[in-house]
C-alpha cells in the first residue's frame, strides 16, 4: 500500500513564504506525477502545481512566479515553494502523487491535506 503524507502548513502574514512538503511512501514502483491543489470552503479543490518524473512543471496562473514546485526523486517528496502570500491563498493545500504502486498499478494518491491561513 502506498500513502501520501504532507507538511509544512501554518499561519503567515501577506508577503511572508511557506514551504510545504509531501512524501509519498509504500509499495510502488514509480512516481509518475506529483502535485499540489488548493480549496477553500465551498469549492472544488484547484490545481496549484505539478511536477512530472521528468522534471516538468505547470502551474496555475494565480501562482506563477510566486510559487515553485520542486521535487527530491531520491526521498520521493515534492516541495512546494509559497512566496510573497496573499490572504487569497488561504485554504487546504493537498497533495496528490500518480503511482505505478506494487499491487493496483496506476492510481492517484492523495495527502489528507495541510492547512495554510495568510493573515492580511
Known amino acids: 500500500q502506498a500513502q501520501v503524507v504532507e507538511s509544512g502548513g501554518g499561519l503567515v502574514q501577506a508577503g511572508g513564504s511557506l514551504r510545504l512538503s509531501c512524501a509519498a511512501s509504500?509499495?510502488?514502483?514509480?512516481?509518475?506525477?506529483m502535485g499540489w491543489y488548493h480549496q477553500t470552503p465551498g469549492k472544488l479543490r484547484e490545481l496549484v502545481a505539478v511536477?512530472?518524473?521528468?522534471?516538468?512543471?505547470n502551474y496555475a496562473d494565480s501562482v506563477k512566479g510566486r510559487f515553485t514546485i520542486s521535487r527530491d526523486n531520491a526521498k520521493n517528496t515534492v516541495y512546494l515553494q509559497m512566496n510573497s502570500l496573499k490572504p487569497e491563498d488561504t485554504g487546504v493545500y493537498y497533495c496528490?502523487?500518480?503511482?505505478?504502486?506494487?499491487?493496483?498499478?496506476?492510481?492517484?494518491?492523495w495527502g489528507k491535506g495541510t492547512l495554510v491561513t495568510v493573515s492580511s
Open positions: 509504500g509499495s510502488f514502483f514509480e512516481i509518475n506525477a
Open positions: 511536477i512530472t518524473s521528468g522534471g516538468s512543471t
Open positions: 496528490y502523487a500518480d503511482l505505478d504502486a506494487v499491487v493496483v498499478g496506476r492510481k492517484t494518491y
